[in-house]
T-cell receptor, first 112, second 114 residues
Framework: RKEVEQDPGPFNVPEGATVAFNCTYSNSASQSFFWYRQDCRKEPKLLMSVYSSGNEDGRFTAQLNRASQYISLLIRDSKLSDSATYLCVVNKVTGGYQKVTFGIGTKLQVIP | NAGVTQTPKFQVLKTGQSMTLQCAQDMNHNSMYWYRQDPGMGLRLIYYSASEGTTDKGEVPNGYNVSRLNKREFSLRLESAAPSQTSVYFC?????????????FGQGTRLTVV
């Protein structure tokens, strides 16, 4: 079983739609969680951190469920510019080392 | 503020040639990483360095060596390139807090081995 599992998609959605991505992780000792965005042929960039209480940044909402080891990202009112691959990232700090584990990424295509 | 700088951005090698990918960060991060990204495989960790003077193998270290020259620089060397090493390589760095923090990435090196 992969440490971080994501549906690779692609998710093809019309402009203005709401879309949700999910991610599960296997290591219950994981400590911090993030969503990254990666545009075609570019480096991954941090989109937002994910907290158990849930957090929102404009049209984006992230949620962590530690009991189910599940992370979600909700995008409301999708824009063409949201088209990208969204990577789920799970971190664990142990012995002074931060293990950063990436999901395979979910590809989103927003259609006019 | 340059962040993480990788060189070169593109490279074509012949099988058996060697080369070194350079990476430098100016954020005073203690940890640095080398990943490769292949279609359908996601980002896979090659080597990491938790701090200056230490390096450890990641998920796919075979065929690679690394050097953490100082706190800023972390290089990746291919001693004898193989077509299977054709990939996009990303260097990243992060600061280790109590629970971990986000990683910052360089722009990537697109390597083709023919």
């Amino acid at each position: 079983r992969k440490e971080v599992e994501q549906d690779p998609g692609p998710f093809n959605v019309p402009e203005g739609a709401t879309v949700a991505f999910n991610c599960t992780y296997s290591n219950s000792a994981s400590q911090s969680f993030f969503w990254y965005r990666q545009d075609c042929r570019k480096e991954p960039k941090l989109l937002m951190s994910v907290y158990s209480s849930g957090n929102e940044d404009g049209r984006f909402t992230a949620q962590l469920n530690r009991a189910s080891q599940y992370i979600s990202l909700l995008i409301r009112d999708s824009k063409l510019s949201d088209s990208a691959t969204y990577l789920c990232v799970v971190n664990k700090v142990t012995g002074g080392y931060q293990k950063v584990t990436f999901g395979i990424g979910t590809k989103l295509q927003v259609i006019p | 503020n340059a962040g993480v700088t990788q060189t070169p951005k593109f490279q074509v090698l012949k099988t058996g040639q060697s080369m070194t990918l350079q990476c430098a960060q100016d954020m005073n991060h203690n940890s640095m990483y080398w990943y490769r990204q292949d279609p359908g495989m996601g980002l896979r960790l090659i080597y990491y360095s938790a701090s200056e003077g230490t390096t450890d193998k990641g998920e796919v270290p075979n065929g690679y060596n690394v050097s953490r020259l100082n706190k800023r620089e972390f290089s990746l060397r291919l001693e004898s390139a193989a077509p299977s090493q054709t990939s996009v390589y990303f260097c990243a760095s992060s600061f280790i807090g109590q629970k971990g923090t986000e990683a910052f990435f360089g722009q990537g090196t697109r390597l083709t081995v023919v």
